[in-house]
């Protein structure tokens, strides 16, 4: 149960897509690097406008569950998506989510004030979430395919949440990277991979990836 919903203060999610072509409607941001160009971006304004744009045209939808502390395996699960899942014409959306315990404070601060702050720094994850996924030189590849690439970046328990996506998109497969753990860090923490492939109801695809032996 979420320690911060209630019907009042409903928690804010964000969206938004990559473009190829900027236009007055983008914003531009650097990916961190003066060599690697910048990434134009689209927000979304509602969820309605979302789900028009990710499920009125009768598209596969590919859901790619990210995480920026898994050490750079969900980067490599985009890359194996693209290589041999992916196909022309797929909707990609590239889910994000942020544990209620990283917007505690910023809800509590902004609850009397429908959560802005929460909601600008969810859009402002939104942002950085294609920068740091979606490399440059990936975008011709995505742009030849036809490929549209959004970000849903939702606020919970990313287990829960993945199922719960996966299952109103209606998603052809999650695809999740993993690069394992040890038992014991497993039984104490859980495997948020191992949990969505045992529940979900839509199809699953684990891409494991080596340990960085220096973590």
């Not at 750079?72 to 590239?94: H, I, K, N, P």
């Not at 920068?131 to 030849?144: G, I, S, T, Y």
Request: hydrophobic share 40%; aromatic share 6%; proline share 4%.
């Amino acid at each position: 149960m979420s320690i911060l919903h209630d019907e009042k203060h409903p928690l804010p999610d964000a969206h938004a897509q990559l473009v190829f072509h900027a236009d007055e409607s983008t914003m531009s941001t650097s990916r961190g690097s003066s060599n690697d160009g910048a990434v134009h971006a689209r927000l979304i304004d509602s969820n309605e406008e979302f789900q028009r744009l990710t499920g009125d045209d009768g598209a596969r939808r590919v859901l790619l569950a990210v995480d920026a502390r898994d050490g750079g395996a969900s980067a490599q699960a985009l890359q194996w998506a693209l290589a041999e899942f992916v196909r022309d014409g797929d909707v990609l959306t590239l889910l994000h989510v942020v544990p209620e315990s990283a917007v505690a404070d910023l809800f509590y601060e902004d609850a009397t004030t429908d959560s802005t702050h929460v909601r600008d720094a969810m859009m402002a994850d939104a942002l950085k979430t294609i920068q740091q996924f979606v490399p440059q030189n990936m975008e011709p590849l995505l742009a030849a395919k036809n490929v549209k690439v959004f970000v849903e970046v939702k606020i919970g328990d990313a287990r829960d949440v993945i199922c719960e996506v996966a299952k109103q998109s209606m998603a052809a497969t999650v695809v999740m990277g993993s690069r394992g753990q040890g038992m014991f860090k497993r039984f104490m923490l859980g495997s948020v991979s191992s949990y969505v492939t045992q529940y979900c109801e839509r199809p699953v695809t684990v891409v494991h990836v080596q340990p960085d032996p220096t973590a």
